[in-house]
């Protein structure tokens, strides 16, 4: 059972940056691809973000592509997703996702194995 913990939302102006980190308890972390999804209020989970168990490979929604960068670090077991010019569209609860390596694509259409808590993030027009 890996187990997630996010942090790192908050509150932030339009135009800032946030960095949102993903911990994972699961010593075979460097095994999973991760992901980052979203949900806005009154909207469906979305996804967001995802990199491959070996962080050379990653894939964005077009709504953050230019803006967020998704990178891992497996000596810590953690995950990171970079926000950069945020807009007030950006407000959400995010969420962080594992899945092993050969799900990478059914990770990315929001079936993982694992899912975190989430962490509010918070855009200010």
């Known amino acids: 059972q890996v187990q997630l913990a996010e942090s790192g939302g908050g509150l932030v102006q339009a135009g800032g940056s946030l960095r949102l980190s993903c911990a994972a308890s699961?010593?075979?972390?460097?095994?999973?691809?991760m992901g980052w999804f979203r949900q806005g209020p009154g909207k469906e989970r979305r996804f967001v973000a995802a990199?491959?168990?070996?962080?050379?490979?990653?894939r964005y929604a077009d709504s953050v592509k230019g803006r967020f960068t998704a990178s891992r670090d497996s000596a810590k077991n953690t995950v990171y997703l970079q926000m950069n010019r945020l807009k007030p569209e950006d407000t959400a609860v995010y969420y962080c996702?594992?899945?092993?390596?050969?799900?990478?694509?059914?990770?990315?259409?929001?079936?993982?194995?694992?899912w975190g808590q989430g962490t509010q993030v918070t855009v200010s027009s």
């Open positions: 990199i491959t168990w070996n962080g050379d490979g990653t």
């Open positions: 699961e010593r075979t972390f460097s095994t999973y691809a």
């Open positions: 996702a594992a899945a092993p390596s050969w799900k990478y694509g059914l990770l990315m259409t929001g079936l993982p194995d694992y």
